[in-house]
């Protein structure tokens, strides 16, 4: 028998990390003066990474099962130089080899089994978000009906009732959103722009809730004024004729309509 067949074994649990003492001393110096089995530890650790990153399955790799297999046939066959207590050691390092071999597997089960939780988080999140593109899309579409300038706006009344401006405010507090559709406005006049105001429940003094100007057919909108305070109970709206700069603070000038919540 070669000294490397003998040292078959050991190059084995060496790749394993396994092997310890005065063998694993007197295979390194072997190593030192032997390329051929310097190469095949090389192949062994190449193999022992290929198992743990092994994204195939916690199968190894065959090349490296067959080589790893025969490693261990190639286990010295009792001669007059093996005393008992060489091949019990041996024996219990091979097992605590594959023991290390075996977790490994382990590990790489656990991680597929952790790949596919993340893989069914993503597809819920997907499914979220493309649930959240319809709502959104269906948001847009809303608002857009409601305040796009090309957007017919039509006001039905009674039979010969002369057209009064009127207005409708949607206000959803505890969004702290504000949508106000008015029409049949008469044209401003100069230095003059209309005001929209909130008359909260809790009898406050009344809240700016933006101005604007009516276009040629005497629609308007307001959209989520800014700076409207969040959570506020609404009593009534009212919209009042005010200076160019408009108020801020209370409504100054004429009252054009108002209602109650
Ligand atoms: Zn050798």
Redo the contacts with the bound molecule.
Sequence with gaps: M???EQ?AEDLALLALGALQGEDRAALEK??E??????L?LEHLRGDMALMAMSSAGPKPPQRSRQRLLDAIAKEPRATAADTAPTRSRFNWWAAFGWAMALAMFLVVVQLRRENSVLKDSVNTLAQMMGQSTVELANAKRVVETLTAPESQTVTLVAAKTPLQPQGKAFYLRNKNSLVFVASNLAPLPPDKIYELWLFPQNGGAPIAAGLFKPDARGNATVVNPPGLPAGVEAKAFAVTLEPAAGSHDSPRGTGVMQGGA
């Design positions: 070669s000294a490397h040292f072997h190593l003066g032997c390329p051929a089995c310097r095949e």
